[in-house]
Structures are given as structure tokens and as C-alpha cells.
């Protein structure tokens, strides 16, 4: 019986090793691309769903507003953490709906420079182009209206402007010189403080409490659409810089609150320093693992047989049996028979003679030692090592006859 082969050509496998190891390969690349997009999918998101946020392009968004800012130095940064609302530059929030939950934000810049753009549009997505919207209508006005409800109960009402100026406080910058959107969204409320207002006296942007927390009425001041023109854009940057706190160094947009927020992931703590050095260190022990698992050094050896040729093999087999059984005790007295049967054969033993009779015949015999003697330490031989010397000792006595 022989062990199957180690040694098989190409035409016997499924795959050769080439092959095996490219699939390997590609699996590995293909889980850790996997392990990486995941701890960083919320930071991958383009934001580009024509929603009223920082990172839209749509008409109602505000990306238009960050670029410009960016380009004139303003380190404008779209904040995704809400852990990283602490700071003293002024924080842009831009709720799209009367549900979302803004208090944990309010009371966490409670005393800082804040910015509330109210809602104003309601879109529909552009079939021809990916991130713009069509204006379908107006909010209903519940919706700008409960942003800051219950806590600051304000009124929203629209008016037809005219496009005419906007008028500021005779304090503020000359150069903020905002013309009203046709269709204005104004607020009133208790707590309300004009900052701008149409030519009507409605309020367009105001400051709440003593605190610089500022409700701008009207989105279209800071939209993309609001900046197609010059004026408003350089308006726009004013009104920005005029809100922001003293030695300012950012402008802030928040993007949470439009459900592109992430909090920490332990995923990503992985990746991140210092623990990347850990990551790396497993990353390496784990390839040297499965490179010491697949390289074979040197010529592959051919496995010998399960079961050997020869009478050696046969005798150690036996002998295999005999210990896993616990039957050595017994070998003793059957060994003394086969040597005597096979002193019989070879002295030429009268075969009239039996047991005591033939005992003394073998005891005549010259020698060292008498055969009756070492039968005996065969027979009361139990320990393995004690056998094997009567065995060793009966076998000499008989080899000794016949030299």
C-alpha cells in the first residue's frame, strides 16, 4: 500500500499555482479596499444631492459661497464632526427641514458667533444633470418656522420686494449692500434685533438675545444663485466677515445637520497615527505568516509508504499491536515454546520425549547455561526490559548450540 503522490502536473489540478496566487492576491487587495472605504465612506461623500448645504452645487446650496471664500483667503473649513464646533470663529448652519434636531448644536456654541440660514425652496432633482434641482415652490412657511421652535418661536412671512436694497444698520459696513431676492423670507419674534431689513421694514437677518447667535431669514443672500452676481458675492463675503469674531482665522460650515456628519469610528483609529503603526506591524506579521505557510523551500520530498515492505515492517507492526493491547506479560511462556519446538528441529530430538523428559534433554546439552533456567526468567518476566533480556538470553542459548 502506497501514499498518494506529493508530485502532480498541471493536467491533474484545478488551478495552477500561478493562478491559485493571483486569486489570493486579488481576495486580500479587495477585503482591505473594502476595510478602508468603509472607515472612510462619510468623509468620501460629494454632498453633490442638490440639497441647501456646504457641499452642494445645486441653486439652493452654498458651495459657491466656500469656493469664494477659499479663493480670498478666508480658510473657509465644512465641518462633518460635531466635536469640532468648538471654536470661536463664526459656525454657518444650514437646517433644510423644520424636524432636525438642533439643540445639542445651540447649546454647544450657545455663546459663540452663529449663523442660521433658514430654509426657503422646495426642489426637485434635475433628470439632466447630476446635483442641480429645479425650484418647484416655496416651503410651506412651518418648515423655516419650526427650525428653531420651540426655543425661539419665530414668524415667517414672505413679501414681493421688488429687488430693492436692502437697508443695514447705520453702524455696519457701507460695502454690505445686499438687493433683496423678489420673493423675501422675513422673520419676527420675540428677542428679534434688525440687522437687515427691505425697503418695508420686514426683517431679513437679525440677531437673537445678547449673545451673537443671527438668524439669516432669507438663504438666497449666500446660495449659489445669490452669487451669480458680483455685488451680492462681495456682500456676502462682508456680511461673513462682519459676524465673525474678533482676529477670526475660518469661516466654519456645518454639514451635519444635512446628514453628512460622522462620529469616531474605531474602524477608522486604525488607520489613523499613532495606531497606524500598530496596523502596519500586524499587516507584516500577518503577509510573513502566509508567505512562511505557502513558500516551499527546497525539492519537495516524496512521502515514503504508509506501510513498508520487508519483515522488519511486519515484526515492528506486530510488536505495535502487542503494546497497544497490554499483552506483553503473556510473550514470556510463548517464546520458551518457540524455542523449544525450534531446539527440537534442530537437535533431532527423539519425538517419544515430552515436557519434564525433554527439558533435561536440553539442560544435557553443553553450554553456560541451562535451558530450564532461562525459561523460567522468561515465564516470570513482566517488565518489558526484563522480557526482552530472558527473549535476548534464550535466543543466545540457542545460537550458541548450533554456531
Sequence with gaps: MSDVSTTR????????????????????????????????????????????????????????????????????????????????????????????????????????????????????????????????????????????????????????????????????????RFMAPRAVQTITGPGVRPLLTDAAGHVVLAQIGKHPFYVLADPDLLSNVGMRDAGQARAALDLLDWLNSTGAESVVFDVTLNGFGRGPSPLKLMFDPPFLAMTLAIAAAALLAGIQATATFGAPRQRPRAIAFGKAALIDNAAALVRKARRQGGLGPRYVDVVRDRAIGVFGVPARMRDDALDRYLDALAGRARFTTLAEQARTARHPRDMLAAAQALHHWLWEKTR
Design 9 to 176: 502536473g498541471a493536467a491533474d489540478s484545478a488551478f495552477d499555482v500561478r493562478t491559485v496566487a493571483i486569486l489570493i492576491a486579488v481576495g486580500i487587495v479587495a477585503f482591505l479596499a473594502m476595510v478602508v472605504l468603509g472607515a472612510y465612506a462619510p468623509d468620501l461623500r460629494s454632498g453633490r444631492n442638490g440639497g441647501a448645504h456646504a457641499l452642494s452645487n445645486a441653486a439652493v446650496g452654498f458651495g459657491g459661497i466656500v469656493r469664494l471664500a477659499e479663493a480670498t483667503g478666508r480658510n473657509p473649513r465644512i465641518v462633518r464632526d460635531p466635536r469640532l464646533f468648538n471654536t470661536e470663529n463664526v459656525v454657518v448652519l444650514t437646517p433644510e427641514r423644520a424636524d432636525t434636531d438642533m439643540t445639542k448644536v445651540l447649546a454647544q456654541r450657545s455663546v459663540k458667533p452663529t449663523l442660521v440660514v433658514l430654509p426657503k425652496w422646495a426642489t426637485t432633482k434635475d433628470p439632466q444633470h447630476s446635483g442641480w434641482v429645479n425650484v418647484a415652490a416655496l416651503l410651506p412657511e412651518r418648515e423655516p418656522q419650526g427650525v428653531l421652535a420651540p426655543q425661539y418661536p419665530l414668524v415667517v412671512k414672505r413679501y414681493r420686494s421688488g429687488g430693492r436694497p436692502l437697508k443695514g444698520l447705520a453702524w455696519m459696513p457701507a460695502s454690505m
